[in-house]
């Protein structure tokens, strides 16, 4: 999974390249890509904004993470709410005027929020492969 994630944030940066635009058109069903909002390569925009690079980047990075370490369901919410409460404040005070387009603030807090939800990406797959293969070996058993 981490080299999915990791390659999805490589994309993006391609998307940036002078013949990028292909790539920019498969990320903007899952970014607004505001320019002023993205990270740039030679003046070029990303294909995923600030936020959206660094939650994919958090997801590759978490994935190894908690495959490697066990993490109680309980710490895994708590960290997956917090993430989520310090993005969704980022988000409220730039709206309220406190300040505007810090994307350092926006790299921040995707990136903690990415890393939160691989462990229930990981989960889930886990559990849906553990699913696949009980169901081999019943449907093998009959």
């Known amino acids: 999974m981490a080299a999915f994630f990791m390659l ?8 940036a390249l ?3 635009n292909s790539v920019r058109y498969v990320f903007a069903t899952v970014c607004h890509q505001d320019p002023s909002r ?12 600030v936020r959206c690079w660094w939650i994919y980047l958090g997801l590759a990075v978490g994935h190894p993470g908690f495959a490697g370490f066990r993490v109680p369901e309980k710490w895994a919410i708590r960290f997956v709410a917090g993430a989520a409460g310090l993005l969704l404040a980022d988000v409220a005070l730039e709206m309220l005027g406190a ?3 810090l994307k350092g603030t926006r790299a921040v807090t995707g990136f903690l929020f990415g890393v939160a939800c691989s462990w229930f990406i990981l989960r889930g797959l886990t559990e849906w492969l553990g699913t696949q293969k009980t169901n081999k070996i019943d449907y093998e058993s009959n």
Do not use: E
């Open 38 to 49: 993205c990270h740039r390569l030679a003046g070029r925009p990303f294909g995923l904004c």
């Open 8 to 15: 999805v944030c490589a994309l993006a940066v391609v998307a």
């Open 18 to 20: 002078p013949d990028g």
């Open 99 to 101: 300040y505007d387009n």
